[in-house]
Nanobody, 122 residues
Framework: QVQLVESGGGSVQSGGSLRLSCAVS?????????MGWFRQAPGKEREEVAT???????NYADSVKGRFSISRDNAKKTLALQMNSLKPEDTAMYYC???????????????WGQGTQVTVSS
């Protein structure tokens, strides 16, 4: 069973930075799968923040473009999200997720971590 474990969340003031990490295990051919970061704030639906496909191509939600950067280390089977210029509206639980299909186009995220909390104060 694929395991995803997030870390790096915390509390920061507006304008600050955080780096989230996701350690992936029991995932054969990890490098070929799309990986993503999602977030969910209280009372809101889960939203996609950033994805990086099996070719290493990133994609970002408009709300985080220019502030967040997603990256992956295929040798170490890790995923990262560098978050700069954080805003109070970025406050949410952040989840790491993996696509279920090899070169699947980032459309079928079926493996999820338990999340890490990010809180941004004004």
């Amino acid at each position: 069973q694929v395991q995803l474990v997030e870390s790096g969340g915390g509390s920061v003031q507006s304008g600050g930075s955080l780096r989230l990490s996701c350690a992936v295990s029991r995932f054969t051919s990890y490098s070929y799968y799309c990986m993503g970061w999602f977030r969910q704030a209280p009372g809101k639906e889960r939203e996609e923040v950033a994805t990086i496909d099996g070719y290493g191509r990133p994609n970002y939600a408009d709300s985080v473009k220019g502030r967040f950067s997603i990256s992956r280390d295929n040798a170490k089977k890790t995923l990262a999200l560098q978050m700069n210029s954080l805003k109070p509206e970025d406050t949410a639980m952040y989840y790491c997720a993996a696509d279920r299909r090899i070169f699947g186009g980032c459309l079928d995220f079926g493996y999820w971590g338990q999340g890490t909390q990010v809180t941004v104060s004004s």
